[in-house]
């Protein structure tokens, strides 16, 4: 794959399949250093010195002497730090209300592709600040170098580069740069599923001042999706996927019905079932692994609006998985079984052959069937899943699968009360070897508040000391090491975080416990995380 189109400069790594090994569902994602510049993007273009003007001269200088004082002292903070084995309790107090990110995707011309803010923002002040944007990154792009981020005061602009695209996060949430950097990431992938590497090359050679928007056309819904997503996904921050909490035999009984036979195998990438974004189950190619990016593009493509509110019973949808292969086209055929979480039975509220709903006098909920081939066999596709779903578990209206299945759904949430812990407000999971998480569901339900946004980046804080990003670029001959034990406390409540072979856990508790009681709560997750995994995580999916 192209190097300039995935750069380790930021938390989703493209990693080559192992192709060879059978056993893994998932890919595992490689903890990358923040800082690494993607070559052929930042090479000195000949002449640029002659044209460069006295404004742009000035411009410069003066980012290079802020960033450098920035540079300095964050460089000083890491290295008094020494080797002491807490984080020193936050003095800082999180704002009371944090205002929402706000994002910029432009060309390298400076034309608008995407702004978060929508449509009823000024069209002047808007290009002023693309424009400002693009002067900014091409002071350093003329000068062989990367501009990364801007910090003024309490806000943060961080940047990413991937011609002929410019992103832009801008935030006052207090995350770290690297949090930043992913979520701009999983935009460039978002689009990347609309409009291939290789279509975007193609087109910006033709002609460098394109109009983007005409070629994505609806696909800002997509995008928007993303970015509600990246604000409270935990499986997203921490690269991974959440399954759906299930008995371990019910799972397997739903994954063997699911797989394929037939010449028009050959073309198929992967059958995932899925609801409400968990996933049941995922049966592939022995040959092939899936990458937990490629899921979550997948993810919110159902989740947009264009697709999940569509009356239709099953839909063709294209898009590219850019961890797969980021220059091909693949098609989904997406099957909606809804059913329902009240009732007898003997009302399953399927759909028939015709397409028409059954009338729903309850809640209902859908398991969604998703089919990826690489091939044109649309026909063999479309009839293989019609079967499938006709022979599920799911669609077995008096047997006991599909009671046991609408059960386990239904109640497949559990709380933290659960696990009886005192002290113990949330925590996550991370089953490393899987690429898999699992975290108690919201209790209170409140949407997007302002204290779990401020928990999800204390947490974020957590995980990046863990794994170091924050201290890239050592120097030379010096190596920097995350700490595997971390602990936080803020005036409201405190988290620790913890990574070993095996797992991470990041816990939330009150911080009048001390210490000692927070490790103890960490132990006692891990646990009961341990007694639950055959029903937390999937393990062993059929491959064909």
Same mark, same amino acid.
């Given at each position: ?282 049966? +592939? ?6 990458? $937990? @990016? #490629? ?5 919110? !493509?159902?989740?947009?609006?264009? =697709? ?123 089953? +490393? ?6 975290? $108690? @569901? #919201? ?5 997007? !508040?302002?204290?779990?946004?401020? =928990? ?89």
């Amino acid at each position: 794959m192209n190097s300039g189109s995935h750069s380790s400069a930021s938390s989703v790594i493209n990693l080559e399949l192992d192709n060879t090994n059978g056993n893994r569902i998932l890919v595992q994602d490689v903890e990358a250093e923040v800082d690494s510049i993607d070559e052929d993007v930042y090479q000195n273009k000949p002449g640029n010195e002659s044209k460069e003007g006295e404004s742009k001269k000035i411009l410069r200088d003066q980012l290079r002497r802020t960033l450098t004082t920035n540079l300095a002292t964050t460089e000083a903070s890491f290295t008094n730090r020494g080797p002491a084995r807490w984080l020193p309790d936050s003095q800082r107090s999180f704002h009371s209300k944090l205002s929402p990110r706000e994002y910029f995707i432009l060309t390298d011309a400076g034309k608008p592709v995407y702004i978060s803010r929508g449509t009823d923002t000024d069209d002047i002040d808007v290009s002023s600040m693309l424009g400002v944007m693009q002067a900014l990154i091409s002071v350093f792009i003329d000068d062989g170098d990367k501009l990364k981020s801007i910090n003024a005061g309490k806000t943060r602009i961080t940047f990413l580069q991937r011609q002929p695209l410019y992103y832009a996060c801008v935030s006052t949430w207090g995350e770290p740069e690297s949090v930043a950097r992913s979520q701009l990431e999983y935009l460039h992938l978002q689009i990347l599923s609309v409009v291939t590497s290789v279509q975007l090359k193609r087109i910006f050679e033709r002609r460098g001042n394109f109009d983007l928007r005409r070629l994505l056309g609806g696909a800002d819904t997509f995008l928007t999706t993303m970015i509600a997503r990246l604000q409270l996904d935990l499986a997203i921050s921490m690269s991974a996927l959440r399954c759906l909490r299930l008995d371990p035999f019910l799972r397997n009984k739903l994954a063997q019905a699911l797989v394929p036979s037939g010449k028009f195998t050959k073309d198929i990438l992967y059958i995932i079932l899925v609801t409400q974004g968990e996933i049941i189950t995922i049966v +592939r190619p022995r040959k092939h692994s899936v990458h $937990p @990016a #490629d899921i979550h593009i997948l993810l919110t !493509t159902l989740a947009s609006p264009s =697709i999940s509110n569509s009356p239709a019973a099953a839909m063709w949808v294209p898009l590219c998985l850019p961890k797969w292969n980021e220059g091909r086209m693949v098609n989904a055929y997406v099957v909606n079984i809804p059913y329902m979480l009240g009732g007898n039975s003997n009302s399953s509220g399927l759909e028939g052959t015709s397409g028409k709903r059954e009338t729903q006098t309850l809640t209902s909920r859908s398991i969604t069937l998703v089919c990826i081939s690489g091939g044109s066999d649309f026909d063999s596709v479309r009839a293989w899943c019609d079967e499938a779903v006709e022979n599920s578990p799911a669609n077995h209206t008096s047997s006991s699968s599909f009671h046991h299945l609408r059960t386990h759904i239904s109640h497949s949430s559990y709380a933290i009360s659960e696990l009886g812990i005192p002290g113990l407000r949330h925590f996550v999971y991370k089953a +490393r070897g899987l690429v898999q998480v699992t975290y $108690p @569901a #919201d209790e209170k339900n409140e949407g997007e !508040t302002d204290e779990k946004k401020r =928990i999800i980046t204390l947490y974020q804080l957590v995980h990046d000391a863990i794994h170091a990003k924050g201290m890239s670029n050592p120097g030379k001959g010096e190596v920097r090491e995350g700490l595997k034990l971390q602990y936080l406390r803020t005036e409201t409540e405190a988290v620790l975080g913890w990574i070993t072979q095996p797992f991470e856990l990041y816990l939330t508790l009150s911080p009048l416990l001390p210490k000692s009681a927070a490790v103890g709560a960490a132990n006692a997750v891990a646990r009961w995380v341990k007694k639950e995994e055959g029903k937390l995580f999937l393990k062993d999916a059929p491959v064909f």
